[in-house]
């Protein structure tokens, strides 16, 4: 196994030609979701297809609909999805896994047992030449004030032990009913682009490239799909999501494009 595991790094590290794929919102385990089973096999399927040219996977937040855990319990299901990044971890492809506000709680499962590089903030982060601004997007510019107290009670260390103190079976079903509550509001909503000028996002990214040198702002988050230049020529990218849409982005060092999965 140790064998075929190097061999494995070693074709991966020096391929010819390697992408960069950019991922977020896919929602594992939401009620919302007929099959569940079919929706994980089919982000599975898509790790299988981009594994052949992937360097590097930037997933932004929201994978999971709610991961939450505890010390010596981690949430049930996810098992074939864990299971391909653990693979393509130990194939030497870096698997790089931002915090979303639905999957804010991992506490060293997926960074010791699966391999992923965990980031729990926005990074500017050199890829291939090219300085990319990555977070998953959720409170970076809002005025909603009921929005930023819930998100400091969920980001708060202290809140977050108390809420370990639940059974599990609780917990999980808890913050599962939540996500779905949450989830059924936004879809009542008419959830588009909402232009440059009102666009939370793309008024962020317009105030922080002012004093920043970046050449891309990739998030999640808002369930959109979105690739505008700014007049600083910084690239501002919505992924869309791997829920309804099946949308990803691709780096191939030159150029950044948004794809769509095709279900096979």
């Not at 870096?94 to 804010?104: A, L, M, R, S």
């Not at 849409?245 to 279900?263: K, P, R, T």
């Amino acid at each position: 196994m140790l064998l075929e595991a190097s061999v494995c790094y070693l074709i991966n590290k020096y391929k010819p030609f390697s992408m960069i794929y950019f991922i977020a919102d896919a929602h594992l385990g939401s009620r919302l979701v007929e099959n569940p089973r079919e929706h994980e096999m089919r982000l599975v399927r898509w790790l299988d297809r981009v594994k052949a040219d992937a360097e590097a996977i930037y997933m932004l937040g929201d994978m999971f609909d709610f991961w939450f855990e505890y010390k010596t319990v981690v949430p049930r299901g996810y098992v074939r999805f864990l299971g391909k990044m653990a693979e393509l971890v130990d194939s030497g492809i870096e698997i790089h896994f931002f915090t979303g506000n639905h999957d804010i709680w991992t506490f060293g499962y997926l960074e010791n047992e699966v391999g992923l590089i965990v980031h729990r903030k926005q990074e500017v982060i050199e890829i291939k030449g090219k300085k990319f601004f990555l977070a998953h997007g959720d409170g970076l510019f809002t005025e909603e004030k009921g929005f930023q107290f819930i998100r400091s009670i969920f980001h708060n260390p202290t809140c977050q032990k108390l809420f370990q103190l639940l059974p599990p079976r609780i917990g999980q079903n808890f913050g599962y009913a939540w996500s779905k509550s949450n989830r059924e509001k936004i879809l009542h909503l008419d959830n588009k682009y909402e232009g440059e000028e009102n666009e939370s996002l793309v008024k962020y990214a317009k105030q922080y490239s002012e004093n920043h040198e970046v050449d891309y702002m990739v998030f999640g988050h808002r369930h959109i799909e979105l690739d505008l230049e700014l007049k600083n020529k910084t690239r501002v990218v919505i992924l869309g999501d791997f829920i309804d849409i099946f949308s990803y982005g691709v780096f191939d060092g030159e150029n950044f494009y948004l794809e769509i999965d095709q279900a096979d």
